[in-house]
């Protein structure tokens, strides 16, 4: 089968999911109880003024009414207004998962650049003090709250070392970058020994195949063996388990957003549900299902890729 | 020990059966070292009411913000409760939620993956979906929408955390049926005329358990920091009941000026981590070994 | 006032209110300069009807300018009006424009653009957000070019206050017709001291000085950056380490290191804004005053304040914030168990009861303080049970009417106008809308007060309604008082002339930047 | 044991006790093994699964699998001792000088890699070529063993060939490099009968043609009748009998190949493989390695003193060795 088919078989399926999970979204919303009106009037208001804000949105139409104006407009990837921002949304969202894409990608690579030296030390190393030092520091970072770990990096390079800025986001690309860095590092300590622990795990089953003692017995040299035909073989339950992971790191960054300032999709979340902001929630969850899904579309793409198997 | 036999080299021969001795002492000690500390953080906290500690609830603003000292040894909080006792009374809370959702979530989620990959076809497919659905569904809409049904609190956090964590487990048991769906003893089964829920859950539940088993002992932890980010939100436990996460998240403003408030049950969390881990590493060696 | 804290941290809490002068002591203003701000939160919309949040407001009132403004004084001052007069029956206003204003584009601000927006801001279906602001305007006129003219229905007291308010900032009636209400939300065209010069949402708001301001010599600034930064702690690191000249809601636990810092000071100020428990006084036993006044002696407000607030606030003597006609000489509730236990035995319920609190779920500060009641309150026999739910919800079900007991973020609450009318109808007036801030309190001389302070201007008669209004609602209004918020801004050494205002916002154009 | 005529056989075990790691800890899984073979001989090495023959093969390559070592004896190559030999040079002669296959093709060839990467791969490495010139060579080889429309089957992943292709690809990349030795790990087990035929038929033309040393492992007498010149019995990490491949099937001295090869008949009615019986007891530990003979429990001549005979091969005819002084 063909890449292509291959792809196009994915997306089919995923379009309902995709539905659904707007509906899903949609609906679970309006079962909470609270009013977009009565959270942007707060106190003042009286019910009536309540009311006639309601009507403004549109929020008195019937559910059902609600849901396929949104499916409508956002068949033309128009989303509506932001009952909060009072302005499209397609910007914002689409501004914010600039941000949060390049942020989840950027922690994705330094996990990465961290976790796969580390793992392949600690799998040729396996049951050494090397293996075990590994594994206990890296079950430290993962068990850190997030905030802690992000403080600590901007006391140590913001204000002591002043690498970075505290916070906030730079504007030419090299500055960008190093605003991104702190929060990919706190992100990417997280995501570190979750890939570091699959990896290591399938490494150690490599290593015991029988085609990795067929190389050995052809006299193929430790290092080329390990590089390319063990490690190869072993990224592909790596990237099962970043797979899943992507959805959440992006709308779970919400505490890594808010302590350096990053306007990412995780924020904008919490915000539109603490808002009942409905047509963001709708969106946003959109957003995410597009994400979880096109994440999982790569790495089956990186599969086929990686492994001849899976393309049958 | 009798002499050697001839033609052996006595240091090579005592360098390997060190080594062999190292190896399983390796696996036995992660596994007995995790589950120590397990049971050190469990006995702990099961024992609170027993071990004289200051009441975990009680305020004292006289002695708010107090540094560790041998009166508080974990120094207290702003509203003056003592830290320790707070941390130890917090391990019933954290512990039971980590261990029951996870293996509530073992449990469902293994039933549902093992029919999706046993039977394949239609099954499996509308099975993934679901699966798909409930790992790209926005977790946090999910739990404030139980939150606002069931009300504030655990009993929300059980419901929501569970509602997602069986998918992983659905997953991981389907790819694991797959594997083992053709290999002889499940075929044998079938041609001895097993039944399919015999099948599945008397002959292919061991294979299965296993991956299962060593995940579980990580998703114990994610379960336990998912609670705590729950409390960061303010949709975890109800007030005044201690609880790690909500320990973590009042520490926070008090990070410059009280580093003790966050940083110790910080720790505490960090060290059941470090121990679930143990044991779920000696546990993947011994596992691993026996199915060889 | 305003309270310097560099150096003084040796000194106890009391302390930190010493007043010292807050601008001229470092001679002549300087022009010139960036100014960088980080901020809690950040603007939703730049428009100044449909704005609600500070967010929005504190923006909107750099880049707008109102007939009359609201400065470091209990009465609102002449600003777009440079004076005006009243007719006997206090219903007819007649405004005296200021000549030769220019909008930042260079429009000159003609009496049109004035009656334009006055009108939007009587227009309740507009102006949805403050409708009862401008509900007394009745009609308006401009008699000349620089005539406006307001003819109210009847009386309102509060009249100048509400128009100092961002609501009735004056806008280009031209532009905004032609721009439409979501593309000049998005980048607005005022005469006030600021204009916007980029929008980043969710980063970012850059004000460029209006080189058409009237004021003479003002703006200082060239241009002020005003970063969104929601993280407390990230706040304090922005100025900690220069990045920030400015940095907003400096958290209590912070002050003395903020404060300690040497470029950095923190101003304590007074602001309209308070913190409150409210009760429904349709449910039992919150119907009966004596088990209010049980709750209020049992709650430790000096030691909550010492140790929640590390002393940045004052005890509260009323139900809601300290406005123009507030009265000091009405007592808070001391803390006493005694009286408390006392008070409860006279009641409804002596022997103690339960009671579920909403409080905002992820409010730290809210979560402590409904702690330490819980704990306090558990020594009369009240047992009381906190449920933390999201904004969201909380609105909707202290709305409904079926609640217990509510507390909102102290920082949340706090008063638009000057002077007490506004709070007294949506807090004391039953009739007001939404029955007495949900809490059912339907006490006919607290209506009739209300109805009394609003109904005159002469200012005698009002002080003296709200005074009476003050000590009934000590006494009998279903709630438990706790403090008068302040404003905790950090400052830089470099930034001169900053002061937070009463409404809790800033007159930027005051500020410069010493060298 | 070896010939006294041959100074330097091809390679030689001398003693070689290899010590492995299982949950229980370290057991040796060869004792004091000594066997050699020379340029065109073929030895067969025959025993029950367990036995410890997989893993002599291996550690004459030197690739006993971490952690476990050679505790004891040695291996030599073309007169050199393998423990002499720098990391470098074993490489060279790994895959250049002996070449090694295995029982299952399908795990033994990496699953990601073409046929033709994996074949080029050894070749370029082990022959220094040109990525072309590989190309052509690997062609040939497919070609040489048997394989049709060698062109396209390099093209192709593993998975995508055959059990019997694949274990023609494992040969053509060990024969590539024209080994002195070839060394076979139950090659043909994993496969079909037919097929089984067709590879010993391949491998034993190529052993005439490259005049190539072959140590062949399996539990099948039949294979190892057929293809070895030698026979080499083990059990329970002994080599018990050793000789000629005609003299050891016709004349069996040892109890053990005696069971072996009257088992094989029966083994074909029933139509199972269930091996002659289970060993009962664990594999021996440091302290208690067992005296006498391995094989004495299970023995129907057993005597008292079999506890207590050391296992050495005799060569009461010359050249057929057997453990058993009891039975002869």
């Known amino acids: 089968m063909s890449l292509i088919a291959f792809a196009g078989r994915r997306l089919a399926q995923a379009i309902p999911v995709l539905l659904i999970i707007t509906v899903a979204a949609f609906s679970v919303i309006h079962l909470v109880p609270g009013d977009p009106a009565r959270v942007m009037l707060g106190s003042r208001a009286t019910d009536e003024a309540v009311q006639v804000l309601r009507e403004q949105l549109g929020l008195d139409k019937p559910l059902v009414t609600q849901y396929l104006d949104f499916l409508k407009a956002a068949m033309r990837l128009d989303f509506g207004d932001s009952l909060f921002q009072r302005t499209a949304i397609g910007p914002i969202v689409a501004a914010r998962a600039v941000h949060s894409l390049a942020l989840v990608a950027y922690a994705v690579l330094i996990s990465l650049v961290i976790a796969v030296p580390l793992a392949l030390l600690s799998a040729i190393r396996r049951n050494l003090l090397a293996d075990h030092v590994v594994r206990a520091l890296t079950t430290l970072a993962f068990c850190m709250p997030s905030f802690w770990t992000a403080l600590l990096l901007v006391l140590l390079f913001s204000i002591r070392l002043k690498f970075f800025p505290t916070s906030g986001l730079g504007d030419s690309p090299l500055a960008y970058l190093a605003s991104l860095t702190l929060p990919a590092v706190s992100i990417g300590l997280y995501l570190t020994p979750i890939l570091l622990r699959s990896l290591r795990a399938s490494l150690i089953q490599t290593l015991g195949a029988e085609f990795v003692e067929a190389a050995r017995a052809r006299g193929f040299g430790e290092a080329r063996i390990l590089f390319k035909h063990v490690l190869r073989n072993s990224l592909i339950a790596m990237l099962t388990i970043l797979g899943i992971n992507v959805g959440f790191l992006i709308s779970g960054a919400v505490i890594v957003e808010n302590v350096f300032s990053i306007p990412g999709l995780g924020s904008l979340m919490v915000a539109a549900i603490v808002q009942r902001d409905y047509p963001v929630i709708v969106a946003l969850t959109l957003v995410f299902g597009v994400v979880v899904v096109a994440a999982n579309f790569l790495v089956d793409l990186s599969y086929a890729l990686l492994d001849p198997r899976i393309r049958q | ?292 | 006032m305003t309270a310097r804290l560099g150096g003084l941290l040796a000194l106890a809490a009391s302390a930190l209110f010493v007043a010292a002068p807050a601008q001229g002591e470092e001679g002549a203003p300087r022009k010139g300069g960036t100014l960088t701000m980080a901020r809690d939160s950040e603007p939703l919309t730049l428009n100044p009807i449909g704005a609600g949040d500070n967010g929005s407001i504190f923006m909107i009132v750099q880049v707008f300018d109102t007939l009359v403004e609201t400065a470091d004084a209990p009465l609102p001052q002449s600003a777009l009006a440079t004076g005006w007069t009243v007719s006997d029956d206090a219903k007819t206003w007649t405004f005296a424009l200021r000549e030769g204003v220019k909008f930042s584009n260079g429009d000159p601000l003609t009496c049109d653009d004035v009656k334009f927006s006055i009108d939007r801001f009587a227009d309740p279906k507009v102006n949805t957000s403050y409708g009862g602001f401008g509900a007394a305007i009745a009609q308006t006129e401009c008699a000349g070019p620089s005539s406006f003219v307001v003819k109210l229905k009847a009386p309102q007291g509060a009249f100048l206050d509400y128009l100092s308010t961002f609501i009735p900032s004056i806008v280009p009636k031209a532009l905004y017709e032609k721009m439409g209400d979501k593309a000049f939300s998005e980048k607005p065209v005022g005469s006030g001291p600021f204009m916007v010069k980029e929008w980043v949402r969710g980063q970012r708001l850059v004000l460029e000085r209006n080189p058409y301001y009237w004021k003479n010599g003002q703006p200082y600034l060239d241009q002020i950056v005003v970063n969104y930064v929601p993280d407390e702690n990230t706040r304090m690191l922005k100025v900690e380490s220069d990045e920030a000249q400015i940095a907003t809601e400096v958290p209590y636990a912070q002050i003395e290191r903020v404060a300690a810092l040497d470029h950095v000071d923190v101003q304590i100020e007074n602001v309209m804004a308070w913190d409150a428990v409210w009760f429904n006084s349709r449910k039992a036993p919150f119907n009966d005053p004596q088990v209010i006044r049980a709750l209020n002696y049992a709650t430790p407000k000096e030691a909550m304040l010492k140790t929640l607030m590390h002393g940045a606030g004052d005890i509260a003597n009323h139900v809601i914030a300290r406005v123009k006609y507030w009265d000091p000489a009405v007592e808070a509730y001391p803390y006493d168990l005694a009286k408390a236990k006392e008070a409860l035995a006279k009641s409804s319920a002596p022997q103690g009861f339960a009671l579920s609190c909403l409080i905002v779920a992820g409010d730290q500060f809210e979560l402590q303080q409904a702690q330490i009641l819980q704990s306090e309150w558990a020594k009369i026999g009240v047992t009381m049970e906190i449920q933390a739910v999201d904004t969201g919800t909380i609105w909707t079900r202290w709305g409904s009417g079926d609640e217990n007991c509510f507390t909102f973020t102290g920082a949340g609450l706090s008063s638009d106008a000057l002077s007490d009318d506004n709070l007294a109808v949506v807090f004391f007036d039953f009739t007001g809308g939404i029955e007495s801030f949900w809490t059912g309190w339907n006490n006919k001389d607290a209506i009739a007060l209300v109805k009394e302070a609003d109904g005159t201007i002469d200012e005698e008669k009002r002080k003296a309604a709200f005074h009476k209004l003050q000590r009934l609602a000590m006494a009998e209004y279903p709630a438990v008082p706790l403090f008068f918020i302040k404003a905790r801004t950090a400052v830089s050494d470099k930034v001169k002339g900053f002061k937070t205002l009463p409404v809790k916002w800033w007159n930027l154009e005051d500020v410069w930047l010493a060298p | 044991m070896q010939t006294a005529s041959s100074p330097a056989p091809l390679l030689a075990a001398r003693g070689l006790s290899v010590g492995l790691v299982n949950r229980h800890g370290a057991f040796l899984a060869t004792k004091r093994v000594s066997l050699a073979v020379d340029r065109g001989q073929s030895l067969g090495l025959l025993g029950e699964s367990g036995c410890g023959k997989s893993i002599t093969l291996r550690a004459l390559l030197g690739l006993v699998p971490h952690p476990g070592e050679i505790v004891g004896g040695s291996v030599t190559w073309k007169g050199r001792d393998w423990r002499s030999l720098s990391k470098s040079e074993i490489r060279r002669i790994r895959g250049k000088d002996i070449a090694m296959i295995f029982q299952d093709p399908a795990s033994c060839l990496n699953p990601v890699f073409t046929i033709g990467d994996q074949v080029t791969e050894t070749l370029r490495l082990k022959l220094s070529l040109k990525a072309k010139a590989a190309r052509e060579l690997a062609r040939d080889l497919l070609d040489q063993v048997g394989i049709p429309a060698p062109e396209e089957r390099l093209r192709l992943y593993p998975h995508q060939l055959s059990g019997g292709m694949r274990q023609r690809v494992m040969i053509a990349m060990a024969i590539a490099t024209e080994p002195d030795l070839l060394l076979a790990d139950e090659p043909t087990t994993a496969l079909d009968v037919t097929i089984q035929d067709q590879i010993l038929t391949l491998l034993a033309g190529l052993k005439e043609r490259n005049r190539m040393a072959m140590i062949l492992v399996s539990h099948d007498v039949g294979v190892v009748a057929q293809n070895c010149d030698l026979i080499a019995v083990m059990y329970a990490g002994h080599i018990v009998e050793w000789g000629p491949t005609y003299d050891v099937l016709r004349t069996p001295r040892h109890p053990y190949t005696r069971g072996l090869l009257a088992a094989i008949p029966r083994l074909e009615v029933s139509g199972g493989r269930r091996p002659l019986q289970t060993i009962a007891g664990a594999p021996p530990t440091p302290g208690e390695l067992p005296e006498g003979c391995p094989f004495r429990l299970r023995c129907s001549s057993a005597r008292a003193e079999c506890a207590t005979i050391p296992v050495t091969l005799d060569h009461k005819p010359p050249g057929h060795g057997s453990a058993c002084p009891i039975v002869t």
Do not use: C
């Open chain 2, 1 to 292: 020990m009798r002499p050697f036999p001839p033609g052996i080299e006595e240091d090579a021969w005592l360098r390997l059966t060190k080594r062999a001795r190292l190896d399983r002492r390796w696996a036995t000690i992660s596994l007995y070292a995790g589950i120590a500390i397990v049971a050190f953080i469990a006995g702990l906290s099961a024992a609170a009411p027993f071990l004289g500690l200051k009441d975990p609830t009680a305020t004292d603003l006289m002695n708010a913000l107090q540094p560790p000292s041998l009166a508080f040894p974990f120094g207290t909080d702003d509203l003056g409760r003592d830290i320790f006792a707070r941390v130890v009374y917090a391990g019933r809370v954290d512990l039971v939620f980590g261990i029951v959702v996870t293996y509530v979530s073992l449990v469902i989620g293994l039933s549902i993956g093992a029919i999706s990959g046993y039977f394949g076809g239609l099954i499996d497919t509308v099975i993934m979906r679901i699966v798909d659905l409930v790992i790209s569904f926005p977790f946090i809409i999910l739990i404030l929408t139980i939150a606002a049904i069931v009300g504030p609190g655990l009993t929300g956090a059980y419901i929501g955390v569970i509602a997602v964590s069986w998918a992983l487990y659905a997953r991981l048991t389907r790819g694991e049926m797959l594997a083992i769906r053709r290999r002889e003893f499940i075929l044998n089964a079938e041609t001895l005329g097993y039944s399919a829920p015999r099948v599945v859950f008397v002959h292919a539940l061991p294979n299965l358990l296993r991956a299962n088993l060593v995940f579980s002992m990580s998703d114990i932890v994610l379960n336990i920091l998912t609670l705590a980010a729950l409390s960061y939100l303010g949709l975890g436990v109800a007030p005044p009941t201690p609880e790690w996460g909500e320990m973590i998240a009042q520490g926070q403003k008090n990070l410059f000026n009280a580093w003790w408030i966050s940083t110790l049950p910080g720790l505490v969390i960090v060290l059941a981590g470090i121990g679930f881990s143990l044991i779920g590493d000696g546990l993947a060696d011994r596992l691993d070994e026996s199915g060889r």
